[in-house]
């Protein structure tokens, strides 16, 4: 069974997790926010230290690493009974790095529609520094 999923890609900062955070109030849908599992891993487990070691670097996690921490997640909902798959469609946050990755996950899911959020890169770094500043409104379907 292939899971329904939309996307959500743009650049940090950008409003992915807002733009999910909003959707996943819908009881049709369940949010997975790749940064903050990234987050939430464990410094010393395998996944933990190699996902850390691509944001160290300043780098975007590769398809492969990417399939990875989604397995991870959708383990954990699973276990812990907070996703359906029959009646639940997935939101994935900033899981893809670019909007052309999501050709990688077209094997293992059922993508039916990317949310790309666009931003300019100076008001993406003071939201990302907590700057107050407006929010994004250019959003375009791919």
Same mark, same amino acid.
């Given at each position: 069974?292939?899971?329904?999923?939309?996307? !959500? =890609?743009?650049?940090?900062?950008?409003?992915?997790? +807002?733009?999910?955070?909003?959707?996943?109030?819908?009881? $049709? &849908? =369940?949010?997975? #926010? *790749?940064?903050?599992?990234?987050?939430?891993?464990?410094?010393?487990?395998?996944?933990?230290?190699?996902?850390?070691?691509? /944001?160290?670097?300043?780098?975007? *996690?590769?398809? $492969?690493?990417?399939?990875?921490?989604?397995?991870?997640?959708?383990?954990?909902? $699973?276990? #812990?009974?907070? *996703?359906?798959?029959? @009646?639940? +469609? /997935? /939101? +994935?946050?900033?899981?893809?790095?670019?909007? $052309?990755?999501? #050709?990688? &996950?077209? @094997?293992? &899911? @059922? !993508?039916?529609?990317? &949310?790309?959020?666009? /931003?300019?890169? @100076?008001?993406?770094?003071?939201?990302?520094?907590?700057?107050?500043?407006?929010?994004?409104?250019?959003?375009?379907? !791919?």
């Amino acid at each position: 069974m292939k899971y329904k999923m939309k996307a !959500i =890609v743009g650049l940090p900062g950008s409003g992915k997790s +807002t733009v999910g955070n909003l959707l996943r109030q819908l009881p $049709e &849908f =369940v949010l997975m #926010d *790749f940064g903050k599992t990234v987050r939430s891993l464990s410094a010393s487990s395998y996944l933990g230290k190699t996902l850390k070691n691509y /944001i160290m670097n300043g780098e975007s *996690f590769p398809p $492969e690493e990417n399939l990875k921490l989604l397995n991870y997640i959708l383990c954990k909902y $699973e276990q #812990d009974k907070a *996703f359906d798959p029959r @009646n639940q +469609t /997935i /939101i +994935t946050c900033g899981n893809f790095g670019k909007a $052309e990755n999501v #050709d990688v &996950f077209k @094997n293992y &899911f @059922n !993508i039916n529609q990317v &949310f790309v959020l666009e /931003i300019d890169e @100076n008001i993406a770094r003071k939201r990302l520094a907590n700057v107050h500043v407006q929010r994004p409104s250019a959003v375009s379907l !791919i």
